[in-house]
């Protein structure tokens, strides 16, 4: 298995063209009940915004966007997508959308382990955080068998009402070979 695969998903780096496969698929409003946004309006819009994120954090801004889709190795369909970022105050924050045909079968569980094994090898010991809608019950389920913990309740707001996030930590354990890691990096500046 290369690593960019889990035993059921293939993960690619994100282009213009994956919204040609997740248009449909992002089109339920059930998805969009405890996430911001709306369904995107057509698929220009949504390869224009995949454009934006396949370009990359603005050169100025101090970030580091990293965007993957996710496609099912059995029916080579792509089911969702994985975002990290890392901020100009250099927090690292993750997110995932799956489409709802998808849900329930365990797929954005595997794909955040896959993420996080991702994020500790391009940025190790990085603590990294995630917020969901404190009533998106099987959201917070995924990022809790990920090992994210929580953290702290916060105000927000969805769909122009008063919500609360939930806001989660994961910390992976640092392993002397991540301490030769970040050095050998370091020295190679």
């Known amino acids: 298995m290369s690593d960019t695969q889990t035993p059921r998903l293939n993960m690619e780096v994100l282009r213009p063209s994956h919204a040609a496969e997740l248009f449909d698929p992002f089109q339920p409003a059930e998805l969009y009940r405890y996430i911001p946004g709306k369904p995107p309006a057509t698929l220009a819009d949504l390869q224009r915004g995949y454009g934006e994120f396949a370009a990359g954090a603005p050169a100025d801004s101090g970030e580091l966007w990293l ?38 079968q365990g797929y954005a569980s595997e794909a ?38 929580f953290l702290r309740r916060e105000a927000a707001e969805l769909h122009g009402e008063a919500s609360q996030d939930d806001i989660y930590r994961y910390q992976a354990a640092v392993t002397e070979a991540d301490h030769v890691q970040a050095a050998s990096a370091a020295g190679s500046r």
């Open 112 to 149: 955040l382990r896959w993420l996080l094994g991702e994020l500790a090898r391009r940025l190790p010991g990085r603590a990294i955080l995630a917020a969901a809608d404190h009533r998106h019950l099987a959201s917070i389920r995924v990022l809790q068998k990920a090992g994210f913990r």
């Open 67 to 104: 965007n993957w889709v996710v496609r099912e190795r059995s029916s080579h369909q792509c089911i969702g997508t994985l975002q990290a970022t890392v901020f100009a105050d250099g927090l690292l924050w993750v997110g995932y959308k799956f489409a709802p045909a998808h849900w329930g």
